[in-house]
């Protein structure tokens, strides 16, 4: 659905195409077979054997509606990209059998990220770092059991990034993202500054 909100020049359009991807994900419960589109199939052939759904996947629409509205972005965007992140970790959570629960809040703090640096408005991306503070505060004190870890190490490296307080450019290397990942994985903990 990224590619949607990437390629779409009208946001009524993108809307439209948004809800195709929406029904053909819930029709797939129904036993409707894939149509001819690569990632429809994997979900179909890959995805629904481990015992996700279609309509499990279709509320990724409701998170990124929001990003087809035109900058600067504010709290409905983050609240949707959050959104994304707690599917998505959430999904990654369940196919590692563990509790969504565990990767939700590191998920809503990684899209904020991803977000933010792939933003071209330098407003939007600056309450979206804003945002992602906020949510660094936020995260649950417990540790994501180890083998989550390397599911909610990207959120580490999100936090590392936001705390570091330099642009979200990965011209040059960063080894303190790799630490970060690294010590998160061993201990279990995220950065928060």
């Not at 703090?109 to 640096?117: C, E, G, N």
């Not at 990034?161 to 994985?185: C, E, F, I, S, T």
């Amino acid at each position: 659905m990224a590619d949607v909100i990437a390629t779409s020049s009208q946001p009524a359009l993108g809307a439209i195409r948004l809800a195709w991807w929406r029904e053909r994900l819930e029709e797939l419960d129904k036993g409707t077979a894939a149509p001819a589109e690569p990632r429809l199939r994997a979900v179909e052939s890959e995805l629904l054997p481990l015992g996700l759904t279609g309509m499990a996947l279709s509320t990724l629409e409701d998170a990124w509606l929001p990003l087809l509205d035109d900058f600067p972005w504010k709290g409905e965007q983050a609240d949707g990209l959050k959104h994304r992140g707690r599917i998505l970790f959430g999904i990654g959570a369940r196919l590692l059998s563990g509790d969504p629960d565990d990767a939700e809040a590191p998920g809503a703090l990684w899209s904020l990220v991803d977000a933010a640096r792939h933003c071209t408005d330098v407003n939007s991306r600056m309450f979206l770092l804003e945002e992602a503070r906020k949510a660094i505060a936020e995260l649950p004190r417990n540790r994501p059991p180890k083998f989550l870890r390397r599911l909610t190490g990207l959120a580490a490296i999100a936090a590392h990034d936001v705390l570091r307080n330099k642009p979200l450019g990965l011209a040059q290397p960063d080894p303190g993202r790799g630490m970060a990942a690294m010590l998160h994985y061993m201990r279990g903990v995220l950065p928060r500054g």
